[in-house]
């Protein structure tokens, strides 16, 4: 179905926007791009994401004072102008001149861990969330030589859409886009690397189930456990979180594995549910970094359509 006239040409002055920015953060300071940014962020306070971002405050954290959660929406909006300006230095740099990634996110001790699971040949499901900076986690984790691939929404005639991809590709990581051929997912896995997820929100079209997410029935996406069952690879959470000192550091934590002497559907959402766990745990931890505008408890249950991240009774490992 076309795209309304409108719609068409909203997306391509934002990819115009988009192009413009990356060719200024080519030649202004870091600094002077980060600061523009957080100047404008107080701006977002009259939109629908500030609204969405206090609803859900109250929602998921009623123990803190109101005072305290209008705290955290400024910070969340503050947050997200250091992290646009950090997407605008990836899409602006590349592999060679990328130094700068090293200096800003500190590899913990406990990426090991992430190693142990690799060295099983089996590859690693590398789930993190819509906290801190994804991105940077994730091209971090590249020039630490763990190679792979992520799993990311490539929208339709949007040329917009495919600004992010072209900025991790400078720097070495390809994406593969959710409506790809499952098998496509399963061999990055075969070859013993990364696939990298972000399964901390609902995705419409994607295979759902609801559990608890920071105490409330949300939908959960299935994928994890649906790429966990298909290959055998652990689910392996992985955070890269800002620091009081303004530098990020890059954690992993214990893999996740589906429990085998639970049936096929219990070892599922017990594995999804403690992952789950993971990311309110990270999120109560630094509740300013997290993606608190999307609509994270809009719908309960749902159904799917036919995807590359499907459970495993809907086909997942089949051709």
């Known amino acids: 179905m076309p795209l309304p006239t409108a719609k068409r040409r909203r997306r391509a002055l934002r990819a115009r926007l988009l192009d413009a920015l990356t060719g200024a953060a080519r030649v202004a ?10 100047a404008c962020a107080p701006l977002a306070r009259w939109t629908r994401f500030e ?13 803190l004072d109101p005072a305290e959660r209008l705290r955290i929406a400024g910070a969340v909006r503050r947050h997200a102008a250091r992290q646009f300006a950090s997407w605008l230095r990836l899409a602006s740099s590349d592999a060679p001149r990328g130094a700068w990634i090293d200096e800003l996110v500190e590899a913990d001790a406990s990426l ?13 499901i590398v789930a993190t969330a819509h ?18 691939a992520v799993v990311g929404l490539r929208r339709p005639n949007d040329p917009s859409a495919l600004w992010i991809e072209a900025a991790r590709a400078r720097h070495g990581l390809r994406t593969i886009p959710q409506s790809a051929p499952p098998r496509e997912l399963l ?19 994607l295979d759902g189930i609801e559990l608890p997410f920071l105490g409330l ?17 652990p689910i392996v959470p992985v955070r890269c979180v800002r620091e009081r000192s303004g530098r990020y550091r890059l954690a992993a934590e214990a893999p996740i594995e589906l429990d085998p002497t639970l049936p096929r559907e219990l070892a599922r959402r017990d594995a999804l549910a403690r992952l789950n ?4 745990r990270w999120i109560r931890a630094a509740p300013e970094q997290w993606a608190w505008h999307q609509d994270r408890w809009r719908r309960p249950g749902g159904t799917a359509t036919p995807a590359a991240l499907q459970s495993p009774d809907q086909g997942f490992a089949a051709d």
């Open 51 to 63: 609204r969405m971002t206090r609803a859900n405050l109250a929602r998921a954290l009623p123990e």
């Open 217 to 233: 029935p949300a939908r959960t996406l299935t994928a994890p456990a649906a790429l966990a069952r298909a290959s055998g690879a």
């Open 187 to 205: 061999h990055v896995l075969a070859r013993g690397e990364c696939l990298g997820i972000l399964a901390d929100l609902d995705a419409r079209r």
């Open 112 to 124: 090991e861990l992430l190693g142990a699971a690799l060295a099983r040949g089996r590859g690693a």
């Open 29 to 38: 300071p870091r600094v002077v791009v980060e600061g523009a940014l957080c």
């Open 277 to 280: 766990a993971v990311y309110a």
């Open 131 to 148: 906290l801190g900076d994804w991105e940077l986690c994730a091209t971090r984790l590249v020039r630490l030589g763990f190679r792979g």
